[in-house]
């Protein structure tokens, strides 16, 4: 700035000076006050603060997209204020954290009342009377622990009123009543709950926090109440409510502290926006009541022989349902890829643990077979690879995918592949079996390359062919043409099959002449005879690059000399060399 | 409907409940206040159109044997004190309810009611005893709970100070 101002500032001559100021203020003026006003900005701290308070938000965004390091740099600092926070008023935390804190501790809660209904469970196990084979029988049928059901046939209750009170006025927010039971003056039984739980706080020298709960008259009525920083829910229960209403009414009080929370705090006497709420407690109302079991009026000996029967029933179901599970167990412990680590009751189900390879039977069939439903287990499997043999075949026919035409199997680690398989097949299978778990090593001696067979049948084929000549010409009889044509087919596919197996291939045109006449001459004939097919299949448009001539050694001028044997002897053959045959 | 909590508090037998009882309606007996200490009544009024639900803690006096529990007073929109005119001493009392209160509390609309003036005989309180109690805004009103006079002026000025109340 001091550089560019002493650059473009340079001492004016004096004569010139208000002319110079003029001018510079026309040329800089708004930049110059432009600047002086951010100068005002950033100097006054109220301005400041204004015009950082504007871009705050956005650069927080910023900074807390880009890395961590706004909050890292923040955390002493708000460490710091919550403590503060918390030494000079751990009401305002603990209001504020209420809504969220009451999930937590009620799951805590759920765990331990799961815990203790287990271990009732297993109290009651050892009980034995009429009504205890019922409810046996009940939660058999409907797969329940049985503690669940005695539980269950115990909970007689209805709520029959629901208030809700702003905490510190005591004055009725909303509130909802069975037609039976609707409260003489809801507003002063409201006044007056909030009253009585002023008194016991006073009276007993309790904390803020610690509120009253409930209480119980002989009439079989109780009064639960639930208390929230701004609001009471006071629910009116007539007879034994079940424990997990407890957590439905703080669950449902906490929803209200969370949806009205700003009118709570700023309650002024006007209930009117809490008439919203009316439905949430009409609704808590709808809990049924149990009736009791009626009372059998059967005679005893009714009653007790029917209490036998039920227990020879049960005890008949125990025996054959333990004999269905051990049988079960017998067959998954049999079966290659699963292994059984535990195998336990819990209430009405089976629970098994333990190992399974993926390619193993599914051992839910196990369970049809054995005559145990499904759904009574719950069985928790982790993944492992078995290296039995039969796995390992199992696994390889799933790799591999073999044509009916493959038998396989695996023989102490080998796979032993038979049979015929195209010559692609049995390369991917050469190429991946390696990789395959529980095989260790390949055997494919018995394995046929069909497409090398075919080649092999073609190589005959050619080699039975023949093309006869007439004396002392070079181009084969008429009357050949079908021959001609199958020489062509059987060299094309020879060809293709050599392309496609990669095995190399040469075809020989081998060329003959009967003894009679000069050698020399006889000689050339033979060359030119094979010669002579080799264009004819040129012409035909048959590569003939693996295709060759020759001449055949002449037969010894004593040989037979009829006719016919002499026209056998003026012929072409084929000769066709495979492999590295065809290199020699 | 607006619901008001009014906190009625004075010395023992000052006639808080006979002040209110022509006019409004308990389901509770006498019998709360020596058990919880108070008992709570309503009382329905309509101040320009706007109907309004007093709901009124009826604490028990205070004397020698019992002090009135502050708890009682959270919450309150507005207290009522009630000063017996033929015992002096129930100023006084009154006006340590009143600092115990406010400390408790906070400033709430405060209405003064000197109650049994139909007993004009017996009166025992002059002006000046009042003014410990009666600061410059606060409204006080000598009351008859055997005539009703001034009763239901009383409890709807305090209605109206607390419905002014932001």
Known sequence: MTDFASKADPAPPPDNLDQWRQLRSLIVGPEREHIEAVQALLDDPVLHAESISTALPDAITLASERSDRLAEALQPSIDGALRASVRRDPAAIADAIFPALGPGIRKAVTAAITRMVQSLNRVLTEGLSLRSLRWRWQAWISHRPYAEIVLLHHLVYRIEQLLLIHRSSGILLAKAATESTEPRDPDQVAGMLTAIQDFVRDAFGTSEGEVMHAFETDAGQAVWIETGPEATLAAVIRGTPPLHLRAQLQKMLEEIHLLFRRKLDTFDGDPSPFRLVQPKLEEALSFEIRDPAPRSRAPAWIAASAGVLAAVTWISMTIGEHRRWNHFLELVRAEPGIVVLEADKRGATWELTGLRDPISRDPAVLLDRAGIPREAVTATWSTYFAADDDLAARRATARLHPPESVALEVVKGTLMLSGSATHDWIARARRDAGSIVGVDAIDFERLEDTQARALEHVRQSLERSVLYFERARGQPSPGQEDAIDTIETLVREAQQLSRHTGVPLRIVIVGHADPTGARDFNHELSNRRALSVLRLLETRGVDTTSVSVSQAALPASSSPSAATELAALRKVTFSVLLGNQSRS | ?166
């Open chain 2, 1 to 166: 409907m607006i619901k008001k909590k009014i906190c009625l508090i004075g010395a023992f037998a000052a006639g808080k409940t006979s002040l209110v009882q022509r006019h409004v309606h308990s389901i509770f007996s006498a019998r709360y206040y020596t058990t919880v200490g108070v008992r709570i009544e309503k009382k329905q009024l309509q101040i320009d159109e706007q109907d309004i639900s007093l709901i009124l803690w009826d604490l028990h006096g205070e004397d020698d044997f019992q002090s009135v529990q502050m708890s009682y007073l959270k919450g309150a929109s507005g207290l009522l004190f009630v000063v017996d005119g033929t015992r002096r001493g129930t100023v006084e009392i009154a006006a340590k309810l009143r600092d115990r209160a406010r400390s408790a509390v906070g400033p709430v609309p405060t209405v003064i009611a000197v109650n049994k003036v139909d007993l004009d005989r017996l009166w025992e309180i002059r002006a000046r005893d009042l003014d410990t109690l009666a600061e410059d805004d606060t409204p006080l009103f000598f009351t008859s709970a055997k005539t009703g006079e001034s009763v239901d002026p009383a409890f709807r000025e305090l209605a109206k100070l607390t419905l002014n109340r932001p």
